[in-house]
């Protein structure tokens, strides 16, 4: 069911500035701090402890910084270290994929504010940049086969996303000390946090399974409260299908229809890459062709870092997606 749409004479315009997203970097800090050296002393012993490089965790998070800096610049020129090259990758393609998504963001806005002027031609305009955009962080995010080796990704990288809620490995939780008695749970990082696909899903009136929902749903809980805000504000705007279908106009069936099939296209391609780089990778480890790697625990083998059964998930939302494909005849 379309959700109930604002008084048309009475709604707001939405602007980006009131949700703390950036013009020029979009979700991504424009200034973001570097971590001083004795605080990431924690992160650390954590590595240490893990049997793992403690440089990898400090160079991450000053790469995190450079990157949000340096959009597109060359990983060359950060100081190499051994074994470092596809987690600096990692973190690299996640930054480019954010900025990939900047003028998604301002054509989300713009079309928003096209319906409630309302005007056709701003509306398909934005419509189209959305279309470009969606394709755009498919491009960016190509880049994983270039920068971060499935191995090492399956092996070392995904352990630190992977979190503490919906894991086998850790079934009643972790406990943290100074903070909780009692052991807590956490979901892994995961592109079902990332606060543009709610955003796109939201505008184009995407509706998933009540299983995938409830799961991204819960996922949300883990964006910035202004980000959060944003996507709601999107979900509350007047409803795009509804616009594009009582309009009548071709040219705006079309153009929704593309980002529809775009964002789909996005989705078919995350599951190419989730299958290379961990139903693959599993299957290489458990056949121990990559013995010089920490085994990770077999109950995270077919799971995303969210803790989801990740190929499903990844089907479902999918599939679900190109249902909200719009026939002329409604």
Known sequence: MEPQSQDLKTAPFLTLGRFHISEDYGFL???????PRNLALPFVEVSRNLGLPPILV?????????????PGGNLDTIVSFPGGE??????LVTVLVEKAAVPGIKALVQAVNAILQPSPDSLLQALQQLRVSIQDITGALGQMHDYVDPDIFYAVIRIFLSGWKDNPALPVGLVYEGVSKEPLSYSGGSAAQST???AFDEF?????????ADFLYRMRDYMPPSHRAFVEEIRLAPSLRTHVLSSGNRQLLTAYNQCVESLAALRTYHLALVTKYLITAASKAKAQRTSHLPRPPQALEERGT????????????RDKTLEALLHPSG
Do not use: C, M, Q, Y
């Open 86 to 91: 596809s987690l600096r990758g990692f973190v």
């Open 306 to 317: 969210g803790g989801t059964a990740v190929v499903s998930f990844l089907k479902s939302v």
């Open 204 to 212: 184009l009136g995407v509706r998933h399974s009540k299983e995938s």
């Open 196 to 198: 543009i696909l709610h």
């Open 58 to 70: 400090h160079s991450d998070l000053v790469l995190a910084n450079w990157t949000t800096r340096n």
């Open 29 to 35: 800090l424009p200034s973001p701090l570097i971590l």
